[in-house]
């Protein structure tokens, strides 16, 4: 992989001032519209120009239109033009980014993950049966949604991994037999295996 990416803040606006710009287009387009039909149903004359305008305020009103979402709390939003990584926008709220920009939303709440129980050998060499139950968040958004296929998967192997990896590295009787650290150890050293994000 010839670069990193990593979340970085991108510029959105408040959403309100842009449905506000939006029924304020299609306000006064309306208001064009009616009075051409008023001078038209008076004096017998009509003009192109008013619905002209009144199309291009329309067309206006839907642009701006296209450019609003909503990010909920602890959600996160991802941007991307024309296949290229542009930033990534945390404030929830309604908000309003060029409508031609890509969003993919991605959820930053803890979630859960049961390993049900595996079958792997000690440092001893005995057949153990082990499992766990994994609460993680996604840390970095981009790299998520961009670095790997399927992060939720990802998370599911790299975790079954490291418990694979790290179990078969501690006696299992030893470990129940009075050393009251060692179950710590065990934890910490799967958490810090579990941590270590894929490099670029």
């Known amino acids: 992989m010839s670069s990193c990416i990593a979340d970085k803040p991108v510029s959105t606006h408040h959403g309100y001032v842009a449905v506000s710009l939006i029924i304020a287009a299609i306000a006064i387009a309306i208001g064009m ?5 008023h001078i038209w149903q008076s004096s017998g004359t009509f003009s192109f120009l008013p619905l002209l305008v009144s199309a291009l305020l329309i067309g206006v009103a839907v642009l701006i239109g296209f450019g609003v979402f909503m990010i909920q709390p602890n959600e996160s939003a991802v941007f991307t033009l ?3 990584y542009q930033g990534t926008d945390q404030s929830a709220g309604l908000r309003w980014m060029n409508p031609f920009f890509s969003i993919q939303r991605i959820s930053r709440r803890l ?3 049961h ?7 000690d440092a001893a060499g ?4 082990i499992g766990a139950a994994l609460v993680w968040h996604v840390g970095d958004c981009a790299k998520a949604l961009l670095e790997v296929d399927d992060f939720k998967n990802f998370v599911a192997m790299q ?3 490291a418990l694979r990896k790290i179990a078969s590295q501690h006696p299992y009787d030893n470990w129940l037999g009075g ?7 065990f934890a910490a050293r799967w958490r810090g295996r579990y941590n270590r994000q894929p490099r670029c």
């Open 33 to 37: 519209l009616a009075y051409q039909i």
């Open 82 to 84: 024309f296949g290229k």
């Open 111 to 113: 979630q859960t993950h």
């Open 115 to 121: 390993i049900e129980s595996i079958k792997v050998n």
């Open 126 to 129: 005995n057949p153990i049966e």
């Open 159 to 161: 975790a079954e991994t």
């Open 179 to 185: 050393d009251e650290g060692s179950g710590y150890r």
